[in-house]
């Protein structure tokens, strides 16, 4: 009986202290895969500043700014958090840095095949 309530008073702790520990592992990954997104478009962008329109290279700017504002912001809450919730904060954050910079990269894209399109 006692082995048994040591397991689940082992198996109620675990509970309890891994997703705090998860939470700031967690951080890094996110907060990287953001970063390498980034790169990657802002990559595929050099070079094509004398090709493509201004007008239409400032809004693929406007997104990878958005999206360095907000891995600014997750690394912030990553690296002085106040609790679970702002490491929760910086995953949400990164995650949507992420997005901004694909959401970038598939804007450029597309602008990219419509002027190919054009010179034809």
Request: contains cysteine.
């Amino acid at each position: 009986m006692t082995a048994k309530r040591f397991a689940i008073a082992a198996a109620l702790s675990a509970a309890v202290l891994i997703p705090a520990s998860a939470s700031a592992f967690e951080c890094p990954k996110h907060i990287a895969a953001a970063q390498n997104a980034i790169d990657k478009v802002l990559g595929d962008m050099k070079g094509m500043g004398k090709m493509m329109k201004r007008s239409d290279m400032a809004l693929v700017h406007a997104l990878v700014d958005d999206a360095k504002m907000f891995l600014a912001s997750a690394q912030h809450n990553h690296a002085k958090p106040r609790g679970r919730y702002d490491h929760g904060r910086a995953i949400a954050k990164a995650d949507a840095a992420r997005g901004y910079a694909i959401g970038a990269e598939i804007l450029h894209f597309k602008m990219m095949q419509a002027m190919k399109k054009m010179r034809k």
